[in-house]
């Protein structure tokens, strides 16, 4: 089973932040990587798939890198709607999930 | 716009089956191009994804839940479920029922749309 796993597990930050969010495998993946975010009471939202095309419709303050292992979520100025989690997830072996990161106020 | 909903019990007698239904809206659900699939969370715990029924009828299942899962399409209705047998508490979670998009292009492949989630209690 391939392990993901997502750093920081929360983080405070303010509007108009640039925030930067890790994830990681525990073997390559290449590229298949996808970020997602979730809001109280709705359903998550596809951001970002094969590690930095950005779903239609979304924002581009949001951007997607990485291969390999080593991945990273970046919204380069954070915005009152973008507190929410997020989450990695991997679709080159069966599929898994990082363990989210909170973003807070 | 294709949505997703899910819905179900939302308490189950722990060995009981534990059914949910997705129903698809905005599309049919058969369109030759589109798989579907079942994801969960535990409170507390991480998301897992449970299982795909792609757009050929193949069915790939987490291994963890193989002996007692069925995932199945009702093409007339609009709708996939799911059936888990002998249920536990470890079975209490947030249900999602998601399309499973495969890339035209190549194997990328993606969870997009979700449904907005059902909690599934599993209690005497």
């Known amino acids: 089973d391939i392990q993901m796993t997502q750093s920081p597990s929360s983080l405070s930050a303010s509007v108009g932040d640039r925030v930067t969010i890790t994830c990681r495998a525990s073997q390559t993946i290449k590229r298949y990587l996808n970020w997602y975010q979730r809001k109280p009471g709705k359903a998550p939202k596809l951001l970002i798939y094969a590690a930095s095309t950005l779903q239609s419709g979304v924002p581009s303050r949001f951007s997607g890198t990485g291969s390999g292992t080593d991945f990273t979520l970046t919204i380069s100025s954070l915005q009152p709607e973008d507190f929410a989690s997020y989450y990695c997830q991997q679709s080159f072996n069966t599929y898994s999930f990082g363990q989210g990161t909170k973003l807070e106020i | ?124």
Not at chain 2, 37 to 44: T, V, Y
Not at chain 2, 52 to 71: A, D
Request: aromatic share 12%.
């Open chain 2, 1 to 124: 716009q294709l949505q997703l909903q899910e819905s179900g019990p939302a308490l189950v007698k722990p060995s009981e089956t534990l059914s949910l239904f997705c129903t698809v809206s905005g599309g049919p659900i058969s369109n030759g191009n589109d798989s579907w699939a079942w994801i969960r969370q535990p409170p507390g715990k991480g998301l897992e994804w449970i299982g795909t029924i792609y757009y050929s009828g193949s069915l790939h299942y987490n291994p963890s839940l193989k002996s007692r899962l069925t995932i199945s399409v009702d093409t007339p209705n609009n709708q996939f479920s799911l059936r888990l047998t002998s249920a536990t508490a470890a079975d209490t979670a947030m249900y999602y029922c998601v399309r499973h998009l495969i890339a035209a292009d190549g194997p990328y492949n993606w969870f997009d749309p979700w449904g907005q989630g059902t909690l599934v209690t599993v209690s005497s």
